[in-house]
C-alpha cells in the first residue's frame, strides 16, 4: 500500500511538471536562434567577404542586438523580392538589411524605430556626361527589383521621360552591366554606392541631385509585438552602451546611427 501510495505521488508530481511546461508561454528571441533574411549582396550593411563570409554593418549590428536579447542570430540569404513573404510564412524571423521604411512596406510588416538615414541616389561612369537628372532622359537606368529605388524612381518626374528601366535581382549586377555599358546609369543605395566608391575609386560618380531621402528599420511579423518590443529594447540598449556607436564607426568611420 505504502509503495502504491509512493507510485501515484511519483506520477502526480510528473503530471505537474509537464503541465506546467506545457502551459509556460515561450518568450520571444529566447532560447531559439533569431533568423534574419538579408540580401548578401548588400555592401556595407551585409554581404560576403572574400573568405564567403556574411559581414557588414547590419551583421554587426543584429548580432549585438541578438546577445542583448539573450539569443543568437542566423542569417538567411533570401531573394529580396519576396522579402515579406519569407517573414509572413515564418521562414524568417527579420527582415534586417538596409530595409527602407515605406508606407506601402507599413501594411505588411512591423517596423523598428529607425536606425539609419539613407537616400536614393543616381550613380553613372566617371567619363560620362550626364550630370543631373534631367541627362537621364532618353537612357536607359538600372535598378534593383522591388526595391525602394524602383519607389523613388517612380516618384520622380524623370520617369516617364527614361527610354528603359532594367530590373536587376541585385545591386552587384545593376553596377556590372553599368560598367560595360548596358545601362548608361543605376539608381541605388547612397551607403551603398559609397562604399563600392571607397574601394573602386575613380570608376564611377554620382549625380548631383538625389530622388528621395530614407531611412532603414528591421521588419518584424505582423502581429508579433512582443518580438518587436523586445528588438527594440536591445537596440536603445546598443545605442545608451555605445556599442552601436562603435559598430558604425567600424563601417562607416563616423557614428551615423540614429538615436
Partial sequence: ?????????????????????????????????????????????????????????????????????????????????????????????????????????????????????????????????????????????????LSSAADALNDSPIKSKIKTVTEYADNVLALSDLKIGRVDAVVIDEVVIKYYMSKDNGTFKLLGESLAPEEYGIGVKKGNEALLQKLQKALDELNQDGTAAKISQKWFGEDKVLK
Fill in 1 to 145: 500500500m505504502k509503495r502504491m501510495a509512493t507510485i501515484g505521488l511519483l506520477l502526480a508530481s510528473a503530471l505537474l511538471l509537464v503541465t506546467g511546461c506545457a502551459s509556460k508561454p515561450s518568450s520571444a528571441g529566447e532560447g531559439k536562434k533569431l533568423v534574419i533574411g538579408i540580401d548578401d549582396k548588400f555592401a556595407p550593411m551585409g554581404f560576403r567577404d572574400e573568405k564567403n563570409e556574411i559581414v557588414g554593418f547590419d551583421i554587426d549590428y543584429a548580432k549585438a542586438a541578438a546577445e542583448k536579447m539573450g539569443t543568437t542570430a542566423q542569417f538567411q540569404p533570401i531573394d529580396w523580392k519576396t522579402k515579406e513573404s519569407e517573414l509572413s510564412s515564418g521562414r524568417i524571423d527579420l527582415i534586417w538589411n538596409g530595409y527602407t521604411i515605406t508606407d506601402e512596406r507599413k501594411g505588411k510588416v512591423l517596423f523598428t524605430k529607425p536606425y539609419l538615414k539613407n537616400a536614393q541616389v543616381i550613380v553613372t561612369l566617371a567619363k560620362s556626361n550626364l550630370t543631373k537628372l534631367d541627362d537621364l532622359a532618353g537612357k536607359t537606368v538600372g535598378l534593383q527589383s
